[in-house]
């Protein structure tokens, strides 16, 4: 399986120029460097990688770097989670992010801001290491079906189709914790710990109650990833063309972290617009028993499903942006292949006369 997908990505517009074995220093001096003439950019040779692109070993690195950048960076900003659920279920009362801080520490004190922290990191640690770790899977797979010339001129489709395909099955993992957290955070007296929590659901309601909440995650998390992924792969590609004044080939790793940190924030801003009305309604669902989808967005109205978008920007935004930078650190400190940017191919340039 590996063997084909890393010859599928030898051909694509996102592979390396080089090919070469780099688990062993002495298998890569006894068979030498083989250019890839489909490639028209350059990068740096493979003899730098600790693995193949495409192998067991890189999906399972990039799969711990996703666990790292979900799992710590939703637990980080737990507190601005809480203050953000509590004001899509009960907005009469916690009003703005300034009056959720201040009505939340008045009623239970400092140590109930950090509620909901278990569930958060084992939940969305999982949900990482599907989001990232498929990601990577089936941008190659999609890749190869599109051929090397649709790989460019569809990417961004690619990349949609990559994510939405990962987040599909990343939520399947996060649902049970994803619940499990917002009732510790928005129904007082239901639990304080996930310890308390999560036999209690499962003794009123079965394992059905870990996933009522399913299909509004995905309307929530499916939207977020694509814009996600797809929006930070096109605004790197544009940082490195219209802003970063020497290509990325010159920079070295702490310039490019810096870009893949400024992308990661800029992407973040349009996660949390697109995805926030199912986001309010997954608030909502989680705290009211018996309730639906459709019921909770009729409840809410338009407007209502609105209600947190500011701290969920900035809690996104900075989120965002740190997992993408973790994600990158991990490639870099584990010497993952790094393909750049994707350029034009020379076919297709012939094609359009700009060869």
């Not at 517009?13 to 780099?22: D, K, L, Q, V």
């Not at 711990?64 to 507190?79: D, E, I, M, Q």
Request: hydrophobic share 45%.
């Amino acid at each position: 399986m590996s063997t084909s997908l890393f010859s599928a990505w030898r051909k694509n517009i996102f592979s390396s120029p080089f090919h070469a074995s780099c688990d062993d220093g002495e298998a890569a001096e006894a068979e030498p460097l083989a250019v890839n003439e489909e490639r028209t950019i350059a990068a740096a040779s493979s003899e730098e990688n600790s693995c193949e692109f495409g192998s067991a070993k890189y999906y399972g690195l990039c799969a711990f770097g996703g666990l790292l950048s979900c799992g710590l960076t939703h637990t980080a900003v737990v507190p601005l989670d809480l203050v953000k659920c509590r004001i899509q279920v009960d907005a009469a009362k916690y009003g703005n992010i300034i009056q959720g801080f201040k009505v939340s520490l008045a009623e239970e004190g400092v140590r109930s801001l950090a509620k909901g922290w278990a569930p958060t990191l084992i939940g969305y640690s999982m949900q990482g290491v599907g989001k990232f770790g498929f990601y990577e899977v089936f941008k190659i797979l999609y890749g190869d079906m599109l051929g090397e010339e649709n790989c460019y001129l569809w990417r961004t489709s690619l990349y949609l189709a990559a994510s939405a395909s990962a987040e599909f099955f990343a939520d399947i993992a996060l649902c049970p914790m994803e619940a499990v957290k917002v009732r510790i955070q928005t129904q007082p007296g239901f639990a304080s710990t996930l310890r308390e929590g999560f036999p209690k659901i499962m003794q009123d309601e079965g394992i059905s109650g870990f996933y009522k909440g399913l299909v509004p995650l995905w309307a929530r998390q499916i939207p977020y990833t694509m814009m996600k992924f797809a929006c930070f792969e096109r605004t790197v590609e544009a940082l490195y063309k219209f802003v970063v004044p020497k290509p990325r080939a010159e920079c070295n790793k702490p310039e490019q972290l810096v870009v893949t940190f400024t992308a990661g924030y800029i992407a973040g801003v349009f996660c949390a617009i697109v995805s926030h009305p199912a986001d309010t309604i997954v608030s909502k669902l989680n705290n009211a028993k018996g309730s639906n989808f459709v019921d909770i967005a009729k409840q809410l109205g338009f407007m209502g499903m609105w209600k947190g978008l500011f701290p969920r920007i900035i809690m996104i935004g900075t989120l965002t942006a740190l997992q993408w930078f973790i994600y990158d650190s991990v490639k870099v400190a584990f010497r993952l292949p790094r393909p750049p940017p994707p350029e034009m191919p020379e076919s297709l340039k012939k094609k359009m006369g700009l060869a």
